[in-house]
């Protein structure tokens, strides 16, 4: 048994032309609790900067660059987990307790599994989070998003919801699709 959703991704309104059309984001939850997550970027892929191929390993910074993203909170908590995913295959885990407040280092959860493909007219960015990688409930609120780069290193910021002045994934208001254990 399953449960999954598929979500369109929004361009924050005052980011600058984009040569991305449409990103949308295929979310399953596993009967084990596993999460699996496909981003499909659609337009032309030709125009964005996207990072080569690298050993799978934990990188600071990949927000600054094309990269897929996924904030994970319990309802009625305001701690989260943001996971970034990047087409190189590296990837970062953050914990925070509340908006933008860091969590002590604890535990490092297991490694995300990333697989990306480049199409002519796409890019396809597959990710496999274990269920040990996500905050224990029956019910998770995720907010999904992308950082957009393009070859001059413009950057554009696409989410489910985008409910501050200013791009900001962090914000609790942007988690708004709630996924229960099947």
């Known amino acids: 048994m399953t449960a999954s959703a598929t ?3 929004r361009l924050y309104p005052a980011s600058p032309p984009c040569p991305i059309d449409a990103i949308a984001v295929s979310v399953c939850r596993e009967d084990g609790g596993r999460l699996r997550l496909r981003f499909e970027l659609v337009g032309n892929v ?3 900067a996207i990072p080569g191929p690298r ?9 600054a660059h094309t990269c897929c993203e996924t904030f994970v ?4 908590s305001p701690a989260y987990r943001e996971f970034n995913f990047s087409p ?3 990837w970062a885990i953050y914990d925070f ?3 933008r407040k860091r969590s002590a280092p604890g535990i490092v959860p297991p490694a995300p599994f990333i697989a990306s493909r480049l199409e002519t007219d796409r890019l396809v960015l597959d990710v496999t989070l274990d269920t040990a990688a996500l905050p224990q409930g029956s019910a998770l609120e995720l907010g999904l998003t992308t950082v957009v780069e393009t070859l001059d290193g413009t950057l554009s910021y696409w989410a489910l919801h985008h409910p501050g002045a200013r791009p900001d994934f962090h914000l609790r208001d942007a988690f708004t699709l709630t996924l229960a254990r099947p």
Do not use: T
Not at 57 to 62: E, P, S
Not at 73 to 76: A, K, R, T
């Open 7 to 9: 979500a369109q991704l």
């Open 46 to 48: 030709q125009r964005v």
């Open 55 to 63: 050993a799978a390993r934990m990188a600071d910074g990949l927000w």
């Open 73 to 76: 909170g319990l309802p009625g």
């Open 88 to 90: 190189s295959g590296e």
């Open 97 to 99: 307790d509340a908006y």
